[in-house]
Antibody, heavy 120, light 109 residues
Framework: QLQLQESGPGLVKPSETLSLTCTVSGDSVSSRSYYWGWIRQPPGMGLEWIGSIYYSGSTYYNPSLKSRVTLSVDTSKSQFSLKLSSVTAADTALYYC????????????WGQGTLVTVSS | QSALTQPASVSGSPGQSITISCTGTSSDVGNYNLVSWYQQHPGKAPKLMIYEVTKRPSGVSNRFSASKSGNTASLTISGLQAEDEADYYCCSYAGNLWVFGGGTKLTVL
């Protein structure tokens, strides 16, 4: 059964870089049928797509975050990662990773999410 | 790319039907038959309920149906049950990017 698990620091200081990793079990991040993506949800608010990455390394970013976001994939570890630079309190959110169907573009499954708080 | 527009809240009594709208633009909802819908219960990750505008994944109740007309997609839940109370989000592919709706809180009265 496919599972995704986010990991990384739960507290990041303002102006620093947020780094998260999503470990995939039960499937391969090298699959040509899927993208792998990050979505965030500020407390009490809605979902925001951050970016998606293909096994080849092709990346697609939310234009509003593009200047600060970097996604990468490590097929040997079955992981993909998110880096968000110059964070502020507005980046405090529950961060989810998810598999994305390449043709149908749906997100499923999702990881359980990890809360990242930006605070000094 | 702006978020898709959803009503903040809808409500209905058990057994009734409700519809949640999701309005985008000709760059997203109107240009692709790639709208999906997600259900999120408090403290849980979103769950895929509908994909490619009208299709239900295996295991999703046939009480959930969806459609699209122009730049607006809609999710209909018939025979409302208490367990349907949750937040619902639409999402559209928009050409190498994805955009979510702001979410709709469904209350089952």
């Amino acid at each position: 059964q496919l599972q995704l698990q986010e990991s990384g620091p739960g507290l990041v200081k303002p102006s620093e870089t947020l780094s998260l990793t999503c470990t995939v079990s039960g499937d391969s991040v090298s699959s040509r049928s899927y993208y792998w993506g990050w979505i965030r949800q500020p407390p009490g608010m809605g979902l925001e797509w951050i970016g998606s990455i293909y096994y080849s390394g092709s990346t697609y970013y939310n234009p509003s975050l593009k200047s600060r976001v970097t996604l990468s994939v490590d097929t040997s570890k079955s992981q993909f990662s998110l880096k968000l630079s110059s964070v502020t309190a507005a980046d405090t959110a529950l961060y989810y990773c998810a598999r994305i169907a390449a043709l149908s573009t749906w997100f499923d499954p999702w990881g359980q999410g990890t809360l990242v708080t930006v605070s000094s | 790319q702006s978020a898709l527009t959803q009503p903040a809240s809808v409500s209905g009594s058990p057994g009734q039907s409700i519809t949640i709208s999701c309005t985008g633009t000709s760059s997203d909802v109107g240009n692709y038959n790639l709208v999906s819908w997600y259900q999120q219960h408090p403290g849980k990750a979103p769950k895929l309920m509908i994909y490619e505008v009208t299709k239900r994944p295996s295991g999703v109740s046939n009480r959930f149906s969806a459609s699209k007309s122009g730049n607006t997609a809609s999710l209909t839940i018939s025979g409302l049950q208490a367990e349907d109370e949750a937040d619902y989000y639409c999402c559209s592919y928009a050409g190498n990017l994805w955009v979510f709706g702001g979410g709709t809180k469904l209350t089952v009265l």
